[in-house]
């Protein structure tokens, strides 16, 4: 058939020629693996699928020439000449990786978001990619679950503008235009709340949080017009997103309107089974009635659909019970999504479009320059006793794991970056000053061998020093001897973090703190900078530290953008995207949490909400935290109005001044509180922030508009039945530079 002809809807003309066998295969996507038919090992089994047409999609192909050979097999293979999409996990960038999204996220920059995610759009595009596995933007408050590293952090609010500046990035205002890629909205939905923090764990919450936390970042994604979502792992109140149709079929679908692609998760369709969902064809049945459109690597759609077509399917033990007929209408209406979706990508008219062998990827140097400046605007600096920005004279011994580390700076999910793309810092040093920093290991990633065998099962190698702790440690202090300044490299492996990569107890690796109180003894100025995936807490390395920078696992070219903030190159901006826990025990913990009969009122008091054993003032850095190198000094906030009727604005204006030598970038955020309403609401919540340049000694105002619907709230007995609600009365706006240290202002609605 000729499907670069414009007359007719061709994905209708198409649904009327398929065959069921045809349409079954438009919704196996499977994994580029070994499977490389530019390789030696063919033909593998992908080859035979490609030759039978009984593939919709490929995610994994390394290369351009990859991914046009297995276009060129499909289309041999397809009666109908039914081109693949081709997908990957571009997370935080592509070859060109840049911070974590952890990290991005702690930028508060959405334009330098949306750049960072349209610079790896282009990459992508230029390999012949059409759709990447992302923004992932699972809020996740548990700094014991791995693939916080991956996300936007705790907040709503700002997780939904990530959400929005991502998909912008990657699409731009058509998916399929040069340069650009479908985004996925993944993980559908609370993948980030798993119980105790293990992954893959489900997720009990109440609807009131599915609905106020979980799913705006979804609503944000798809109102941006995110083509694609991914499904989650996890159960949501017991039942399994791969066959919640409630959830998919009702709230993204219905709710939303979205009327995109979704996919599963990998294997996920499979893992119904083990969630207790029911055998195979039962599991298939309720996958696809509940709108998962494309199933990944399992190929339970493909084994199991043909026979479900036939018979129907009736599990009453299972609760499903479909016809031959109804099965058959739900694959149509799958396929019909799968070709709808490569109609939006151009792939009906030309399946070699972005395949064209000239195709080149933007400039690498263009890529590089942004990481950097990513690198630096993702560190937060925690804390600072004026020894930061360090003179370039200043004779420094950088000590510690990362000191001159490459592969761990890429982070998780990196799946296409390269270490020898890092400069490590202890270059990024000499590169600034001008010569070669003093160095010295100084302790271990991890200390347990147990762990390191379990870093280790994939494959990857943790490096660690064989050395006994005492000689490793006796070099680092002869290094620090010799030093006017110690800058200790300490963290996470990135194997600490990510997928299937969850910790009992995120704090840092007992080595490291030995190693940490060891230097600060020595009493010299002490940097302590966290190459991280989690937020850690830190403990008594906070108060050790003369200065404190939260630099993440930055990318390509983290340790270059740490190096400019160290000495001054670039300035600080970074705020914390996610609570900083004191105490590992501490966790889940958010800042927006909701208020209890008894608050904790001091460290005495033993009826409070609090533990024995921690401190209210041990500390933790919250939410929205993070240093400029000099001060900025808030003036009184002021109301347009204190008291407003529903479809009014109020303005909410306020002076902000920095009032030293030094140019700063300041996040100006605000914060409400509904002290009065018909159920507990959260101690505060983020409505707004704007981040601001002022140069020395500047001062800006600032208007922020408030209106009454950043106060309506669900009641929600189920999903169902939820109901949002707005009440009459006072609320509290509280503003400044985090979520913590604010003003009170108060104002009324009226109605
Ligand atoms: C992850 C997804 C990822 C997929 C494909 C899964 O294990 O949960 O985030 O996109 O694999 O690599």
Known sequence: MDLSSKDSDKVDTLMGLMTLTEKIGQLNLMAAGEGLLTGARQPTSLAERLADGQVGAIFGTKSLATARAMQERALAGSRLGIPLFFAEDVIHGHRTVFPLNIGLACSWDMDLI??????????????????????????????????????????????????TAA????????????????????????????????????????WEDLLTIYLPPFAAGVAAGAASVMVAFNAVNKLPMHANAPLIEGWLRAGTGFDGLVVSDYTGVAELTAHGLGRAPVAVARALHAGVDMDMVGEDYLRELPGLAETGVAAPDAGIALSAVEITALIDRACRRVLRFKQKLGLLEDPFRRMERAARPPARAKGRALARKAAARAAVLLKNDGLLPLSPKARVALIGPFAADRANMLGTWAVSGRADDVTPLHEAVAALTGRLPALAWGANIVDESWL???????????????????????????????????????????????????????????????LVAALAQTGKPLVVVVFAGRPLALGAVAEQADAL??????????????????????????????????????????????????????????????????????????????????????????????????????????????????????????????????????????????????????????????????????????????????????????????????????LTWMD
């Open 452 to 514: 390191v065998e379990r870093l280790n099962v994939h494959g990857v190698t943790v490096q660690q020093d064989p050395r006994p702790e005492a000689e490793i440690l006796a070099e680092a202090l002869a290094a620090a001897a010799a030093a006017e300044v110690i800058v200790a490299a300490v963290g996470e492996a990135k194997e600490h973090a990510g997928e299937s990569s969850s910790r009992l107890s995120p704090d840092l690796p007992a080595p490291q703190q030995r």
């Open 167 to 206: 998909v912008r990035g990657f699409q731009g205002n058509d998916p399929g235009g040069k340069g650009r890629v479908a985004a996925c909205l993944k993980h559908f939905v609370a993948y980030g709340a798993p119980d105790s923090g293990r992954d893959y764990d489900n997720a009990s919450l109440a």
């Open 114 to 163: 949306a750049a960072t995610s349209a610079f790896a759009a282009a990459e992508a595009a230029a390999e012949g990619l059409h759709q990447v596995y992302a923004p992932m933007i699972d809020i996740s408050r548990d700094a014991r679950w791995g693939r916080v590293a991956e996300g936007p952090g705790e907040d709503p609010l700002l997780a939904a503008r990530i959400a």
């Open 549 to 746: 920078l939260y630099a993440w696992h930055g990318g390509v070219a983290g340790p270059e953008g740490v190096a400019d903030l160290l000495f001054g190159a670039a300035i600080p901006s970074g705020r914390l995207a996610v609570t900083l826990p004191a105490h590992p025990g501490e966790v889940p913990s958010t800042y927006a949490a909701e208020p209890t009969g008894r608050p904790s009122p001091g460290r005495f008091a033993k009826f409070r909400t609090g533990w024995l054993d921690l401190p209210d003032d041990a500390p933790r850095f919250p939410f929205g935290f993070g240093l400029n190198f000099g001060d900025v000094l808030y003036g009184p906030p002021r109301l347009s109005r204190s008291r407003a009727r529903a479809g009014q604005t109020v303005t909410l204006q306020i002076e902000i001044t920095n009032t030293s030598a030094r140019a700063a970038i300041e996040t100006v955020q605000l914060y409400a509180s509904d002290p009065v309403a018909r159920i507990t609401r959260p101690r505060r919540w983020l409505i707004d922030f704007r981040q601001v340049p002022l140069g020395p000694g500047e001062s800006r105002v600032l208007r922020f508009r408030v209106t009454a619907d950043q106060f309506s709230y669900p009641l929600a007995p189920s999903l169902q039945d939820a109901e949002w609600v707005r009440d009459p009365g006072e609320i509290h706006l509280h503003i400044g530079a985090n979520s913590r240290d604010t003003q009170r202002t108060e």
